[in-house]
């Protein structure tokens, strides 16, 4: 291609992309001055030689997002393709002919569409642009998923503070259609509302969609849902158990998870506005019981550096939670911090459980739901994992 500008990746940047990486940092870049961020661009090693095609960024410390490691061209027929093929997963995983429920259509690196995110949920989508050359594509973006869905509006919830570090502003907004309002859809058998312009993220929680389903499953007696945002949780667990608390922080969350309970006509489903840190421990002191536990926290450590105060975090809820689950109780417990890795997390978990001197079962590790796949390669796309597990 003509006219092409072309981006120097040392032997260390192309020994990472070499081992499945998508990622180049800038001290592993030199780019000629000229570029001005959002870009595709040619990646070629020290001696000139092709290794692929790749979104620049200025801003951001990581420099180029590789796209395709073929000699092809990237222009919006290569796009749409790329969105054909994200499509093709959710349609295998996840068929749902009606549009009534709602999946992550594209994740971003792991779909190979850096910086780009897609939630659909029932007939709104709402997307995210998370870096410089998302972001100056976002029309031919909301075109092509417009053409691909047919959806009756799309939203842009780039309100999201990783922007920040693309050097770009935050801003949430149509992008198609007129604001949808609440959007009711299905998780399994349960009926649940997001607000893809004002809820939290791009509406829902939807990388834990299975393991909230699968929880349902072990659910009973009484049950607690701990940080239960719009009660996804909470409402899979009321198809068996005979009553469930739903805790969260948030005056507005609480109300989601009212509306929710109404919709789908769960009576036994009470939603309290607390600190869940406060809560639980008041419990304890209490002597209470619980029979099913969830803990579903979010990110605590969002950087490395807080990765010790995390863990003491994640250490507090799940020794609390051991301390209240009745004989044969299930816990469910999960964390979406990447700096956390899995190893780490199952540590505390097992620590929270000696501490509680209980014994425990594990019966299901599980991580992010289908529609959210990891990139082999790409550590940063494996961020969550989901513990349930059974004191004796
Ligand atoms: N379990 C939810 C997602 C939880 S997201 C689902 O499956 O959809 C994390 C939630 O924790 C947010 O709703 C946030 O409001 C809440 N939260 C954050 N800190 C909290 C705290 N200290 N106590 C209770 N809730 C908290």
Redesign the pocket.
């Known amino acids: 291609m003509s006219g092409e500008v072309a981006v120097v990746v040392s032997r260390h940047g192309v020994d990472r992309l070499r081992k499945g990486h998508v990622w180049v940092y800038r001290s592993d870049v030199r780019a000629p001055s000229e570029l001005r961020g959002g870009e595709v661009v040619r990646l070629e090693d020290e001696r000139g030689h092709f290794l692929g095609r790749a979104f620049y960024g200025k801003t951001s410390q990581i420099s180029v997002r590789l796209l395709t490691r073929e000699e092809e061209p990237v222009d919006e027929e290569f796009f749409a393709r790329r969105l054909s093929g994200a499509k093709a997963l959710r349609d295998a995983t996840w068929p749902d002919p009606e549009r009534r429920r709602a999946a992550r259509v594209v994740h971003g690196e792991s779909d190979l569409l850096p910086g780009l995110i897609v939630d659909r949920y029932a007939d709104v989508l709402s997307v995210q642009t998370l870096i410089e050359a998302t972001e100056a594509r976002r029309e031919m973006f909301a075109s092509l998923l417009e053409a691909q869905w047919s959806p009756r509006a799309i939203v842009e919830r780039n309100d999201a503070k990783v922007r920040a570090h693309e050097g770009l502003p935050l801003r949430k907004g149509m992008l198609r259609g007129s604001p949808p309002g609440p959007v009711e859809f299905l998780e399994g058998e349960v009926r649940l509302v997001a607000d893809p312009l004002e809820g939290?993220k791009t509406g829902?929680?939807l990388d834990?969609a299975e393991n909230?389903i699968e929880a349902g499953r072990y659910a009973h007696g009484r049950a607690l849902?701990?940080?239960?945002?719009?009660g996804?949780?909470a409402l899979q667990l009321a198809r068996r158990a005979e009553r469930v608390l739903a805790?969260?922080?948030?005056e507005d969350?609480a109300a989601l998870g009212r509306e929710a309970a109404r919709r789908t006509g769960a009576g036994n489903v009470e939603f309290l506005v607390?600190?869940?840190?406060d809560y639980l421990k008041d419990q304890v002191d209490e002597g209470e019981q619980f029979d099913t536990i969830?803990l579903?926290?979010?990110a605590f450590a969002k950087t490395r550096g807080s990765a010790d105060a995390a863990l003491r975090g994640y250490k507090e809820i799940n020794l609390r939670a051991f301390q209240l689950l009745s004989p044969g109780g299930v816990l469910v417990t999960a964390s979406c911090s990447f700096h956390v890795g899995e190893a780490l997390f199952e540590e505390t978990v097992l620590s929270a459980a000696a501490d509680a001197q209980r014994t425990v079962q594990l019966v299901e590790k599980r991580g992010a739901a289908r529609d959210h796949p990891a990139l082999l390669g790409v550590p940063e796309t494996r961020y969550l994992k989901c513990l349930i597990l059974r004191a004796l």
Not at 247 to 250: C, E, G, M
Not at 274 to 277: R, S, V, W
């Open positions: 939290q829902a929680f834990q909230r849902d701990c940080f239960t945002y719009g996804a949780f805790v969260d922080i948030s969350a607390a600190n869940a840190f969830v579903d926290p979010p």
